[in-house]
RNA sequence: GGUUCUGUAGUUCAAUGGAUAGAACGAAGGUUUCCUAAACCUUAAAUCUGGGUUCGAUUCCCAGCGGGACUACCA
């Protein structure tokens, strides 16, 4: 049982003892002791004193009294303003070392029985390759989903990609007008991208014809509506819905080049999913609950044919649900998708990673879901909103040529890692071994750079920021790992056994017992983190742990230190370290290398 | 206009309602023959404004000011 638990409890009673007051068993506020004060958890007492009648000070001595009294590990209480300082005994923070130090499963709870928890994320549209916006989406996804994980809960990750609609068939008219039969080998890129290239090609024109209509006298709107090219994409996509044989075709052979692209960069960055839903089977689904919800008199047909639902009484608009030619729009879509996965795989919860810009939309399918239709897979949605990222020059703007591709960026970062690495001269791998650390460097340092910030915040991006080896990166945390294991490795060549045991009595350093107490707070930082679905949490956590070793290390011996078992316990506290850095680091979906 | 998110050192980010608001980068100065100087230490520097709730507010509530997003029979 954890310490904050069992002291919980026993100031339960010694409450109700000295006061005979009566508190709920977590109500107790027991957090760690503010370095500068002496001792290792304190209790924040004020919230009784009224009900005790006495001076807070008064308060905080009487339970401390009490609670030494009680509990075996404790070794004495300092008062300081109301609040009471507990000092825990060193051999409960040595056993804890010894029972923590080399287990690989520090901090992964093994998986409950029970209902998996859903996650859609990345959810791309196949007309262009992933920017970096997508890259904070997929990014938050993997990371979540392995955070829950690693709280015990069964996780099933799902991609929905939107392959269909007017944007698909904009890249298949102009891969048809100007492509000569390009295809990704031939070129020598990757498909999506390839596709992306075409998408770009028919804004271009689309702009020119629209412009030489102007000219000759059309009204912007006509001429927007009017112009061959869209004429041609509309044409297109009617085809498409109606089954067109070569439409059909064609559109496969281009998703699947940019299925091809896609594939390699989620490898690359390391995720991958248990189901993938296409849009082009699920568009249609939602019909049968838009009539179930018109049965139960919980929508209406508005008089121009649409079907709608008012959601003024929640303090938002009417909702069209139905188009007035009975065609189904994102909404019933995701009415009917959401109800398919419940009957899939009976989830908890459903979480969707969708940036801010859908809030609304999510706050209307809550709500039509949970509310309307009484779903009780309504309530267990949940909406996992990101903010923007902004580039140091401003937003990212596809028409202005402003978005930063994802793959390109990948690769800056391994070439950032490479010239860091090579100017400081360091060299001494083989040509394999150079190329996974540079990619595990420059991928870390992208991933944690996105990770370590609130995701409901708009985050600016700093690439070259973010590629410092030095701060709260991902290389500094991975490079204290190295030097860890440099360390681990140099204690073995000397024949010592850090797992070797040590008796529990020895007395511990303020800068080591600094150290346990952080490593102590790992697996509840992962259940809050887990609970919060916050990445951020763990990285700033992991990048905390890093500094305090090396302020450790700076500060005590190890392998100078002629005390034997002193320099074990450091060693294992080193060890400790390292296995929770690279625990940690894991749910954020990055590796640390053994050197570097 | 309405809904909603957001406002913390020069900058980028922290802080379950708790003690003197933490870091990092940048600036100034310093240390270091246990790991590979991608390390460590010191200094200067911040809660948008005004109310309210509370023993206690960066945190919760209200109002104002600033920024973003949404406010499509697009997805």
Redesign the pocket.
Known sequence: MSLEITLSQALQSSLKELYNIDIEANAA???P??K??E?DL?I?V??Y??MARKS?DMVANEIGAKLCEKLDFLTGYNV????L?LSIADSYWNGYLQENHANEQYGIFPTKDEAPVLIEYSSP?TNKPLHLGHVRNNLLGHSVSQIIAACGHPVVQVNLV?D???HICKSMVAWLRYGNGETPESANIKGDHLVGNYYVEFDKHYKEEQKALIEKGLSEDDAAQQAPIMLEAREMLRKWEAGDETVRNLWQQMNQWVYAGFDATYERLGIHFNKTYY?SNT?LLGKALVQEGLDKGVFYK?E???VRVSLTDE???E??L????G?????T?DLGTAQLRYEEFKPQTMIYVV???????F?VLKLVLGKKLEKPFGNSIHHL?Y??V?LPSG?MKSREGTVVDADDLMDQMFNE?KE??ES?G?F?FDADEAAALYEM?GLGALKYFIL???P???????PA?SI??????A??I???H??????L??AADQGIDVNASLPTDLALEGEEKQVIKVLYKYPQTVL?AGDSF?P??IA?YI??L??QF??F?????????SDEQKRLL?LQISQFVALTIKNGMKLLGINVPE??
């Open positions: 506020q027991v957090q002791t503010r500068e004060f001792g304190t924040v004020f919230p004193v009224k807070p300081v303003k109301g609040y300082n549209n939107n269909r609609g007017i849009e568009y508005h121009d044919g649409s303090g938002l608009d909702k069209v139905l188009r007035k030619d065609t189904s729009v994102y909404m879509q940036g801010n810009e859908q809030n609304y939309h706050d909103s903010g923007m902004e937003k890692a860091g690495t400081l360091k001494n460097v370590k910030v609130d409901t915040k708009n985050m600016l991006f700093n920021e410092d080896f030095n701060g709260n990166t290389p500094f991975q490079y204290t190295a030097r860890i294991k440099s360390l490795r140099k809050s916050s951020a949490l700033n990048y905390d890093a500094k090396n302020h290390y700076q500060e005590t011996p190890i392998m100078k230190e450091r050197r570097m």
